[in-house]
């Protein structure tokens, strides 16, 4: 199964969609980051934060996929903001996963009280040019944050990886991104699982299609522009998510599932959020 691509505003290529790995640890979490490669996963997404950068190396080279076929990120904490605390953190996470050079290095979360990701994205373009990162963004960022990075550095990330789902479709910073030709990456791509799934216009559609309640979520991603990284340890359900290319919601479709907006889920509001 091969997945589309995104072309970055830098002109490199990101997989359209990919494996979220929060919580995939120890054995089990890298015999499912090397299953999810074997069924088609192209990019996978980590973080210094998550404790599992290194199964994600290990899961890498247990697949026997060649490293030059992946697109691998992960993120800077908060604890690391600053120019030389972003390179020192960067080493310590390509220490962990074993890895050459990082596909895509996301700054985590803005912390505004902080008030370093200026100095962070600095660094993160010393470290794009360096060639040790291939491409640069930001995750939870408001468009607010993204503006200022553009007019202090001239570089605008070409990733921003946010809370996007039916119940939160983040329409004005959808459109303030395709502006500026950022792409978005949707974390918590499913929201409420159990919840969200049963919604009677997303059953009505899976019965349509003849696809599932979560195959008809992430298409909605899909077609929206963004990137989704559903997480999973099944290999059925890795399989079962990554199979939405076949099929398109019609308009109506796209407009009523949108229309279940209620609001952020997970209490991570940029301005005020603080994670380090």
Known sequence: MLTPTKTLNDGNSMPALGLGTYGLRGDVGTAAISAAIGSGYRLLDTALNYENEREVGEGVRASGVAREELFVTTKLPGRHHGYDETLASF?????NLGMDFVDLYLIHWPLPKVNKYVESWQAMISLRNSGAVRSIGVSNFTPHQLARLLAETGVAPAVNQVELHPRFPQGALREFQASHNIVTESWSPLGNRDALLAETVIADAATAH???PTQVVLRWHVQLGAIPIPKS???DR?????DVFGFELSE??????????SGRLWNGDP???EEF
């Open 238 to 242: 890795q399989r079962e998510n990554l």
């Open 91 to 95: 080493e310590e996470s390509r220490r």
């Open 233 to 235: 340890a099944h290999p």
């Open 252 to 261: 109506p479709e796209m407009a009523a599932i949108s229309g279940l907006e």
């Open 271 to 273: 301005d005020t959020h």
């Open 210 to 212: 003849g696809v599932t």
